[in-house]
């Protein structure tokens, strides 16, 4: 495997990182940046349980290859609180009981951050067929969609006061 | 009664800011200084004998610490539950059993020379012909699976031998006289598939020796006690010379019950005397870890006209897999199960588990109960078409009446509820919906089931020993120490919310160890929703003697006598007089001053014998719309309502029925994890598809109804498991309700919903089932 060098800003930090072409972004991202909270699954693309958000996006980093990340800002669980506060999805899934093993999680709050910020006012339809890809064995998904609304609801009524 | 603050209320989980934060550690999470990778290889084929084992061109390959085979092994190389009979490597001249069995372990510095290691280990196979059915099995010539290693609890049972893995009955009454003067008999064969767990995170773990020459070892587990049987057994090693601790899990639902890595990862860590992580990638797990007993059930039921049951009869037979593990408990729970929440007065019930080359059956959600409710609630509903009866009217004339016994081995002490549920079922379901509109049929069905919860009755050599310690500190924080396992259920919670209760204490202010065996005393296996109310009461009495002793102190404290103080919200006061108190952090501080114990523990044992049981008393009931053109359904409207006792926790008890509920959704429309001649056809979760939020139900609620269980922590039943059992009677009975024909078998694709309604008979297995083996 050749070698590359590529530039990753990750949680707003910049890394320059050599790395071999046929790594994944997630084993870069849990190996060489120790940020074990995004999770693998599967690996293959079937569960998106390493969800992290590339500009924005948000991606199975299992699928994407770390070279193709290069020059890309990448957001994963780690970087969601502001410190100690966390970010509305996160309050609202402790809130709403949408977290049991955990395993899905920093998955699931990734997909659901990124999906409200282009649905300001989703349906519970719409917010189930975006958390569609994301896995989630224990919880049924009803209370990981309450959680979802709740968010939105509670930013709708920000917005209509 | 003072106000409960915590016990009744939907706290937070204790857990859930380090998992939203993606803090929270996981096995594969962990890294040690100097950590090595493992690998298993694992057999290419279900049934060979090995002649050659060849690592030579492994061992050498730059990187590769170890390589570990059969005979490198100092103990038995043998481990698993009930049998010990499991061989952690399979060695020349010996055959493995199926495709799970491992044959060499890797030890290297990276995952990709552990990768490469395994290519280059050569073996050479005698492939034989596989045991791909357990009815085969049953009347296989020659060949038998084991050949009678290892010694079994169970072997007090004469007929389990051969290639019969258990077999056990259920002989009430007389059934050939009533089925003579029953007035209408119906029958089915029912067929369930394997179901796969699909926990999130894959099998994984981190072990070392230290310093001391003590045996780590950190993985997700659900029965610590009995991995530290299988390691010290195989391995050789003394059990006061290994700890195991069970870490965050991602998911087990029973799966991780059996110890499907950790004595691999073991042998790889002691042999090697390095620091080895070992986690199986997807593929791994699903071929390594046992599954959900496929099962084929002939139940047959007879009743009176105004449909009075008279009696059941049933011959189960169950895919046990090549290793016995857990197969005569699930087993004995069909069994028992099959009579549910009913009165029966004659029943005769033949369960058998025979020995395959599948791959292996064990612990899964429900434990043998959900085939069990499968067959008898959609016999009930052939029965209720029968007597054109409302199916409904002919589960409720036939409930067990409160205070009335169940037939069953399986006994239980929990207050009949089976009304109340009834009644509130009936409320949430409404008026039958409009069964046709053009190419739609629109069926329901309502569903009943009394699973059991262990009481501490589990009766498998002296593990169910059930103790839990606390210690409260001079600051008048506390830690507990419970045996048991967090698996995402949220026990570590509802611990934190009764110590926190019974200790007056801010929830903030106790911390919850759990599933370590050098700091916990000893609490049995996690499974059985056992955990609430076993650690619970042991909780109780553990906190009862702490605030004993600290009445005690501040009685003296306040020079009054003990009887004349109370202990609440964080203070101890004078009854009748509340200014006059003292904070507990004071009293605790005093005693720790004068060096006063404030570390007990609680050991808890039901007053009755063995085989006594708790029920959960559980409804669910279904609307589903099946089009009769291309065979496809929708659920409409899902409705679970649950008598689990108090409810400790409502936002983690519905988490637990609407996960189970979705799980069981998959068991009977989706998940069939197929195996072809004792090989994998279902590799990934793309082929292997369990429930994405799209699949959830239109309309889909989980409740509880709150019957105390006198016993129980607070009136507290077990519920986790139980969630599971209803749902999918209630689905399939709706579909053919819908359609008006009998489907028996599960999953049910649309292709066998179009089948029974172009044939207008019942459904037989056959093409695309192939792997099924019962």
Redesign the interface.
């Known amino acids: 495997m050749s070698l590359h060098q590529i530039r990753l800003i990750v949680n707003g930090r910049e890394y320059l990182l050599h790395v071999s072409s046929d790594r994944s972004l997630l084993d870069v991202i ?1 190996e060489d940046l ?11 693309g ?2 998106a ?1 390493c969800t992290v958000l590339v500009n924005g996006d948000p991606i199975n980093s299992c699928l994407l290859l770390a070279v193709q990340a290069d020059g890309k800002e990448i957001t ?3 970087g ?2 502001q410190g100690e506060n ?1 970010n509305p999805v ?1 309050e609202a ?5 949408a ?8 998955g699931m ?1 990734l997909t659901s951050i990124a999906f409200l910020r282009r649905n300001v006012n989703p349906s519970r339809e719409e ?3 975006a ?15 309450d959680a979802v609304e709740s968010v939105a609801h509670a930013r709708q009524k920000g917005f209509s006061s | 009664m003072e106000k409960r603050v915590y016990v009744g209320e939907g706290v937070s989980r204790i857990d859930a800011l380090g998992k939203v934060r993606g803090e929270a550690k996981y096995a594969s999470d962990l890294k040690l200084p100097g950590m090595f990778y493992g690998k298993i290889l694992y057999s290419a084929h279900p049934r060979a004998l090995i002649r050659k084992i060849d690592i030579e061109s492994a061992r050498t390959l730059d990187g590769v610490k170890r390589i570990i085979t059969a005979r490198d092994i100092a103990g038995t190389n043998l481990f698993g539950y009930d049998i010990h009979h499991r061989p952690v490597l399979v060695g020349v001249g010996e055959e493995t059993r199926f495709v799970g069995d491992a044959i060499a372990l890797v030890v290297s510095e990276t995952l990709e020379i552990a990768a490469d290691a395994i290519k280059k280990i050569k073996v050479e196979y005698d492939v034989l012909p596989p045991l791909a059915s357990a009815k085969d099995s049953i009347s296989a010539g020659e060949y038998q699976v084991h050949t009678g290693t290892g010694k079994s609890v169970y072997q007090s049972n004469p007929e389990a031998k051969g290639n019969i893995c258990y077999q056990t009955r259920l002989i009430h009454g007389d059934v050939v006289r009533a089925f003579g003067k029953s007035e209408v008999v119906v029958e089915n064969t029912y067929t369930t598939s394997r179901q796969e767990h699909a926990y999130l995170e894959t099998e994984a773990g981190i072990a070392f020796v230290d310093g001391q020459g003590i045996l780590h070892i950190l993985s997700a587990i659900q029965d610590p006690y009995v991995l530290l049987e299988d390691v010290s057994y195989a391995l050789g090693i003394p059990k006061s010379r290994i700890h195991i601790k069970g870490i965050t899990a991602g998911g087990a639902f029973g799966g991780k019950m059996h110890n499907t890595i950790q004595v691999h990862l073991a042998a790889m860590a002691y042999l090697s005397r390095v620091p080895v992580k070992l986690v199986l990638d997807r593929y791994e797990s699903f071929i390594a870890h046992p599954k959900r007993h496929s099962q084929e059930i002939w139940i047959k039921i007879g009743s009176a006209r105004d449909g009075s049951i008279e009696a059941i009869e049933a011959d189960i037979i169950a895919d046990a897999g090549p290793y016995s593990s857990r197969t005569p408990e699930v087993l004995g729970l069909t069994v028992s199960a099959i009579v549910g929440p009913y009165s029966i007065p004659n029943a005769k019930v033949v369960g058998r588990a025979a020995y395959t080359n599948n791959v292996d059956a064990d612990a899964f959600r429900g434990f043998g109960a959900p085939q069990a409710a499968l067959a008898r609630e959609g016999i009930l509903d052939k029965l209720a078409r029968a007597l054109e009866m409302n199916p409904l009217a002919l589960r409720k004339k036939n409930f067990l009446k409160p205070g009335e016994k169940t037939i069953a081995p399986l006994r239980g002490d929990s207050p009949v509820s089976l009304d109340l549920l009834s009644n509130r079922i009936a409320e949430r379901m409404g008026p039958w919906p409009v069964s046709k509109t053009g190419n739609l049929r629109v069926g329901r069905a309502v569903c009943f089931d009394m699973p059991v919860f262990d009481v501490s009755a589990i009766p498998v050599l002296g593990k169910s020993g059930v103790g839990t310690a606390v210690e409260l500190f001079s600051d008048a924080s506390a830690t507990v120490y419970a045996g048991g396992c967090e698996l995402g259920q949220g026990v570590t919670t509802v611990l934190a919310q009764i110590v926190a209760e019974e200790l007056g204490i801010a929830i903030e202010n106790v911390r919850v160890e759990m599933s370590d065996t050098w700091t916990c005393p000893p609490a049995g296996r996690t499974s059985a929703s056992r955990l609430t109310y076993v650690l619970g009461n042991s909780l109780i009495l553990a906190t009862g003697k702490i605030a004993d002793t600290l009445l005690e102190r501040a009685a003296k404290m306040l020079e009054i006598n003990k009887d004349d103080l109370v202990l609440e919200r964080g203070r101890i006061a004078v009854k009748g007089s509340p200014s006059r108190n003292l904070g507990l952090s004071e009293v605790a501080k005093a005693c720790s001053n004068d060096g006063i114990n404030l570390r007990q523990e609680g050991w808890f044992k039901y007053p009755e014998p063995r085989l006594m049981y708790g029920h959960t008393f559980m409804a669910s009931a279904a609307d589903v719309s099946v089009d009769v053109d291309t065979g496809e359904m929708r659920v409409l409207k899902l409705v679970n309502v649950h008598d689990s006792g108090k409810v400790i926790n409502p936002v983690m008890a519905k988490g637990q029925q609407l996960g189970g509920s979705v799980q069981a959704l998959g068991f009977v429309l989706t998940e069939d994890f197929v195996v072809a001649d004792g090989r994998v056809k279902t590799s990934s979760l793309a082929e292997y598809a369990i429930p994405t939020s799209l699949d959830i139900p239109d309309e889909f609620s989980g409740e509880s109804i709150e019957t105390p269980y006198p016993t129980g922590p607070y009136g507290a039943k077990g519920m986790a498991e139980h969630s599971l059992n209803t749902t999918a009677p209630a689905v399939l009975n709706a579909i053919c309700n819908a359609i008006d024909r009998d489907i028996t078998v599960i999953p049910v694709y649309p292709e066998h919903i179009l089948e029974a309604v172009r044939h207008e008979k019942k459904i037989e297995r056959k093409g695309a089932n192939y792997g099924r083996t019962v």
Request: hydrophobic share 30%; glycine share 12%.
């Open positions: 849990r120790e940020l074990t909270g995004t999770k693998r699954g599967c690996d293959k079937d569960c349980a994963t669980i780690e969601v609180a966390l996160q899934f402790i809130k709403h009981g977290v049991q093993c955990g395993y899905c999680t920093p709050i917010i189930q067929r958390i569609s890809g994301n896995l989630c064995r224990c919880t049924g998904y009803v209370q990981i969609i």
